[in-house]
């Protein structure tokens, strides 16, 4: 016991405030350039649903959604974002009722640890919305950014194949 875990400083060199749109809502925050968008999301805002597995592009566990588009919130830098609406796993669903895609997921039991689970999910709604869900192999091909370790990948694709069959194909 005895461990002393500080948070990491809220502000240093060059700290400026921007204003972001983040799941309708504005916010603003005071970030160094440095702070990439996951950080600011997690530490500064404490919507903690993008997870960081790797935080250098690699894992796709960090994807939320930048004026509509998937991106990785480990490799953008908050400060690019300024004025820009940003979407999150938390920002998905509409009160407590389930986006379509959240809810597939649990039926399929598309994840298991759940840790890759919030940026398969804001991906695989952009890949619908991308019209790249033709097939399993295009839902594979187009899903390859987000990494399971869990290997949910079978029941990913089968939650992604009943949203986009229920919205009437790719
Ligand atoms: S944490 Fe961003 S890609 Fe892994
Ligand atoms: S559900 Fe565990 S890493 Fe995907």
Known sequence: MGTDIKAPPVTGAGARTIT????????????????????????HLGLTGSKKGCDQGA??????????RRVLACLTLAVTCQGREVTTIEGLGDGDDLHPMQAAFVAHDALQCGYCTPGQI???VALLRE????????????????LCRCAAYPNIRAAIREVRDAAGGA
């Open 20 to 43: 972001l749109t983040v799941n309708g809502r504005e916010r603003g925050l005071r970030v160094e350039p440095r702070v990439s968008l996951l950080d600011a999301l997690r530490e």
């Open 59 to 68: 894992c796709g566990a960090c994807t939320v959604w930048v004026d509509g």
């Open 122 to 124: 804001m991906s695989a």
């Open 131 to 146: 019209g790249h869900a033709a097939d399993d192999a295009e839902i594979a091909e187009w899903m390859s950014g987000n």
